[in-house]
């Protein structure tokens, strides 16, 4: 099975910060990898999806970049609803593991 | 608009099964897969596995295989996934999610809002 991993686990910002989190990969996955955001007590929401398409109605505040084995996640400027938990996922190959998630808080 | 509604929340023994529903409305089911994920209270996501709407085809983790039916229903527009002998760790919520296969990289771009199943003697 693909492994995948975040970094940092958690980390602390403040509104209007800029932040990346970083999704590694523990084989090559090409492109197949997507990040959700999942706010407390809801379903995880698609924001990027093919790591760097943005998914419709998500705002330009995050990007994406990467490929092979490691891809970040760009929030800028972070607003309230930012703070929540982000997940990558990989589907090159099943199971379509997640990463474990980074938990963003307020500072 | 795309939306995915599930079923409610469930109580189940220790040793039973539990069959959790995913109603798509709002685009063609045969046209996408759905894919289930649960996550155990305050951990992280774990992926259980997928069904092609259009096929019936499923892929689901290994360590799920042995446990669970995913299915499809085209007329009623509606995925199950059954789960036997649940065990205490199973509780959880479960989510469905519909898999965009055309896009060849298969994000699940819409969610359910999640079924709680309790497992509890």
């Known amino acids: 099975d693909i492994q995948v991993t975040q970094s940092p686990s958690s980390l602390s910002a403040s509104v209007g910060d800029n932040i990346t989190i970083t999704c590694r990969a523990s084989?090559?996955?090409?492109?197949?990898l997507h990040w959700y955001r999942q706010k407390p007590g809801r379903a995880p929401e698609l924001l990027i999806f093919s790591v760097s398409s943005l998914q419709s109605g998500v705002s330009s505040r995050f990007s994406g970049s990467g490929y092979g084995t490691e891809f970040t996640l760009t929030i800028s400027g972070l607003q309230p609803a930012d703070f929540a938990i982000y997940y990558c996922?990989?589907?090159?190959?099943?199971?379509?593991?997640f990463g474990p998630g980074t938990k963003v808080d307020i500072e | 608009q795309v939306q995915l509604v599930q079923s409610g929340a469930e109580v189940k023994k220790p040793g039973a099964s539990v069959k959790v529903s995913c109603k798509a409305s709002g685009y063609i089911f045969r046209d996408y897969g759905i894919s289930w994920v649960r996550q155990a209270p305050g951990r992280g996501l774990e992926w259980m596995g997928w069904i092609s709407a259009k096929n019936g085809h499923t892929n689901s983790a290994q360590k799920f295989q042995d446990r669970v039916t995913m299915t499809a229903d085209t007329s009623k527009s509606t995925a199950y996934m059954d789960l036997r002998s649940l065990r205490s760790d199973d509780s959880a919520f479960y989510y469905c999610?519909?898999?965009?296969?055309?896009?060849?990289?298969?994000?699940?771009?819409?969610w359910g809002q999640g079924t709680l199943v309790t497992v509890s003697s």
């Open positions: 084989q090559n996955i090409i492109n197949y």
């Open positions: 996922q990989q589907t090159y190959s099943p199971p379509f593991t």
């Open positions: 999610a519909r898999v965009a296969i055309a896009s060849g990289d298969w994000p699940s771009d819409y």
